[in-house]
């Protein structure tokens, strides 16, 4: 398939170019460029909504080997704006499988810019920095593609969490489950619903901008805050909400930007990260037990602190760090029953050694109930 595609292109904003071939959309498509480690799990990777406008890129060799299929998208459609490999495979092999991979990316209007040389461009990537590319159609920039990386606008200041949200309020999980809990949607994945079915907790998962009171009004046992894209800082409405919220002492929950929100509401704030955390093999520590985490996560963005609390939020205390860089990975109020983590509990794709958190906000639910 590859070898007879057209010739394509990735040139990233300071000017390195990588050459390949081009599979789907000619282009061109401009979006930040950041690097997955992810071994498996192609298909949840490429329909996560907390990679809506990214183009990604695959430090597995290759991709496709096993096809797609109908259980494991994260969301309806995917959400990648690109996606970049060292090797597309031709076919495809898997009991499970329901198509190939290029056919579902087409769905979505993904270009795939493959035979690219993926180790040099993620070595580049971890020492210059994530940052905008264009990929395009070619063995060199048109003109076009360059007026489209210069009008591409930075991650950073971008609300995304409004354009992935759901629109209207939905039901997710059994009518009679001993307990009900408000999903804010800032680009939710179907795993973490599948979890909470599996704990025997109903979801109303509601929009990023639903009002406090409508939530309140609900009578919940408890609030979870979910993933999502973009820069949490730009997602204005949502801190006020949250606060409100939790003030009632609503049981809360938060993960990777429902993470970041917490943070902010409480007086902390969030910084952008050199090239971010994303894959399934990033080890957290928690700070109370001292137990390592093998963790799955997608983030660019993290909340300023450190072992010894969060700046700005002294209400805040930090649960978890990650090893490698010290950033902070989980975060509890101190008096409230409000707590969240930067990674992701539920993985798909990754390792589950978090899983037992949605235990922990069960627990909490109890409590609420007495």
Same mark, same amino acid.
């Given at each position: 398939?590859?070898?007879?595609?057209?010739?394509?292109?990735?040139?990233?904003?300071?000017?390195?170019?990588?050459?390949?071939?081009?599979?789907?959309?000619?282009?061109?498509?401009?979006?930040?460029?950041?690097?997955?480690?992810?071994?498996?799990?192609?298909?949840?990777?490429?329909?996560?909504?907390?990679?809506?406008?990214?183009?990604?890129?695959?430090?597995?060799?290759?991709?496709?080997?096993?096809?797609?299929?109908?259980?494991?998208?994260?969301?309806?459609?995917?959400?990648?704006?690109?996606?970049?490999?060292?090797?597309?495979?031709?076919?495809?092999?898997?009991?499970?499988?329901?198509?190939?991979?290029?056919?579902?990316?087409?769905?979505?209007?993904? !270009?795939?810019? #493959?035979?690219?040389?993926?180790?040099?461009?993620?070595?580049?990537?971890?020492?210059?920095?994530?940052?905008?590319?264009?990929?395009?159609?070619?063995?060199?920039?048109?003109?076009?593609?360059?007026?489209?990386?210069?009008?591409?606008?930075? %991650?950073?200041?971008?609300?995304?969490?409004?354009?992935?949200?759901?629109?209207? !309020?939905?039901?997710?999980?059994?009518? $009679?489950?001993?307990?009900?809990?408000?999903?804010?949607?800032?680009?939710?994945?179907?795993?973490?619903?599948?979890?909470? $079915?599996?704990?025997?907790?109903?979801?109303?998962?509601?929009?990023?901008? %639903?009002?406090?009171?409508?939530?309140?009004? %609900? $009578?919940?046992?408890?609030?979870?805050?979910?993933?999502?894209?973009?820069?949490?800082? &730009?997602?204005?409405?949502? !801190?006020?909400?949250?606060?409100?919220?939790?003030?009632?002492?609503?049981?809360?929950?938060?993960?990777?930007?429902?993470?970041?929100?917490?943070?902010? #509401?409480?007086?902390?704030?969030?910084?952008? %990260?050199?090239?971010?955390?994303?894959?399934?093999?990033?080890?957290?520590?928690?700070?109370?037990?001292?137990?390592?985490?093998?963790?799955?996560?997608?983030?660019?963005?993290?909340?300023?602190?450190?072992?010894?609390?969060?700046?700005?939020?002294?209400?805040?205390?930090?649960?978890?760090?990650?090893?490698?860089?010290?950033?902070?990975?989980?975060?509890?109020?101190?008096?409230?029953?409000?707590?969240?983590?930067?990674?992701?509990?539920?993985?798909?794709?990754?390792?589950?050694?978090?899983?037992?958190?949605? $235990?922990?906000?069960?627990? &909490?639910?109890?409590?609420?109930?007495?």
């Amino acid at each position: 398939m590859a070898t007879q595609s057209p010739k394509g292109f990735l040139l990233l904003e300071d000017g390195t170019l990588f050459l390949g071939r081009l599979v789907g959309e000619p282009g061109p498509t401009v979006a930040e460029v950041v690097f997955t480690t992810n071994m498996t799990g192609y298909q949840e990777t490429f329909s996560d909504p907390s990679f809506r406008g990214q183009i990604v890129v695959m430090t597995a060799p290759q991709i496709g080997n096993y096809g797609v299929n109908t259980e494991d998208p994260e969301s309806a459609h995917p959400q990648v704006a690109g996606v970049v490999c060292r090797e597309l495979s031709p076919t495809y092999s898997n009991w499970r499988a329901t198509g190939s991979l290029p056919e579902w990316l087409a769905t979505g209007r993904v !270009p795939v810019l #493959t035979e690219v040389d993926t180790r040099r461009l993620t070595k580049h990537l971890r020492n210059v920095g994530v940052m905008r590319g264009v990929i395009g159609v070619g063995d060199a920039p048109t003109k076009s593609a360059l007026a489209a990386l210069e009008s591409c606008p930075s %991650m950073a200041g971008l609300d995304l969490a409004s354009v992935v949200s759901t629109r209207e !309020p939905y039901e997710w999980g059994k009518d $009679d489950a001993p307990y009900h809990i408000v999903a804010y949607d800032y680009g939710i994945k179907r795993n973490i619903l599948r979890l909470f $079915d599996a704990h025997g907790i109903r979801v109303t998962v509601v929009p990023s901008d %639903m009002p406090a009171a409508d939530v309140l009004a %609900m $009578d919940p046992d408890g609030v979870f805050l979910s993933n999502g894209p973009g820069d949490p800082e &730009a997602v204005t409405y949502a !801190p006020s909400t949250i606060r409100q919220i939790a003030e009632q002492r609503v049981p809360m929950f938060g993960i990777c930007l429902g993470h970041q929100l917490l943070g902010i #509401t409480f007086g902390g704030r969030t910084a952008k %990260m050199p090239f971010g955390h994303r894959g399934g093999n990033q080890p957290v520590k928690d700070l109370e037990t001292g137990q390592v985490l093998i963790t799955s996560q997608n983030h660019g963005f993290a909340v300023v602190g450190s072992p010894e609390g969060v700046e700005g939020a002294p209400d805040l205390a930090v649960t978890h760090i990650n090893l490698n860089d010290g950033t902070v990975e989980g975060l509890k109020h101190r008096t409230l029953p409000v707590f969240a983590v930067q990674y992701h509990p539920e993985a798909a794709p990754g390792p589950h050694d978090a899983v037992p958190l949605f $235990d922990q906000f069960l627990t &909490a639910l109890r409590n609420r109930r007495g």
